[in-house]
């Protein structure tokens, strides 16, 4: 069966260290995926999008690497700070079709 | 200027009642979709309009109607409203399939 998973439900890291979340997927194949940022009763902001045949998307202190032959896309916040706190969603979209979302994964860097 | 917005951002009705919820964009985009996030925070597609045709339909209870009387807005009507309806639903827009979404802040439904 097609299935999303994001590491962990939530994560915890100390402020200036690197925070990495995976998304894996299983019996998909994407054109490409994206990430967003969602905080408590708001609704989701988009981050980045990376396509199949790109490895790595940088933005500011953002990075994701898209691995289709592991089928796992990796999310990296360097120099995390405290502002970093959320819920971070990825996102697949499928070939002529729209998104399917991950459960996400709660982070929260600790001052 | 509130790129999507969504009214209301709260909604408390009673089981059976009929309730609207309307979603309005001004950032020109094509596209628009309704999703729905549970309890678990799985967030999921229930329909798609591109330029006000509907385009994605989800297995959805056909008591959930969309309606789009333009580019720029898209409602959501639901009729006899169940107790398993309490959800956030969010509006959302894009230029296209290769851009990311906006979205709006949400309208939380609870249904007693």
């Known amino acids: 069966s097609q299935k999303i998973e994001q590491n962990s439900e939530a994560l915890n890291i100390q402020e200036g260290k690197t925070a990495t979340l995976t998304c894996n997927y299983t019996n998909y194949s994407p054109a490409y995926l994206q990430w967003y940022r969602q905080d408590p009763g708001r609704g989701p902001v988009f981050l980045l999008l990376i396509r199949e045949n790109e490895k790595e998307k940088r933005k500011e202190r953002l990075k994701v690497t898209f691995d289709t032959t592991l089928k796992q896309s990796l999310f990296h916040i360097t120099a995390s700070q405290p502002a970093d706190s959320a819920t971070y969603l990825c996102a697949l979209a499928l070939y002529g079709q729209n998104f399917v979302f991950g459960p996400g994964t709660r982070l929260s860097v600790l001052p | 200027d509130t790129a999507v917005s969504q009214t209301p951002k709260y909604l408390v009705t009673q089981m059976g009642n009929d309730k609207s919820i309307k979603c309005e964009q001004n950032l020109g985009h094509d596209t628009m979709y309704w999703y729905k996030q549970d309890s678990k925070k799985f967030l999921k597609i229930m329909f798609s309009y591109n330029n006000k045709e509907l385009i994605i339909n989800e297995t959805v209870p056909n008591r959930f109607s969309p309606k789009s009387p333009d580019k720029a807005h898209l409602n959501l009507h639901i009729n006899s409203l169940e107790l398993g309806d309490s959800a956030v639903y969010f509006c959302?827009?894009?230029?296209?399939?290769?851009?990311?979404?906006?979205f709006g802040s949400g309208t939380r439904l609870t249904v007693v």
């Open positions: 959302a827009s894009s230029p296209g399939a290769t851009y990311g979404y906006t």
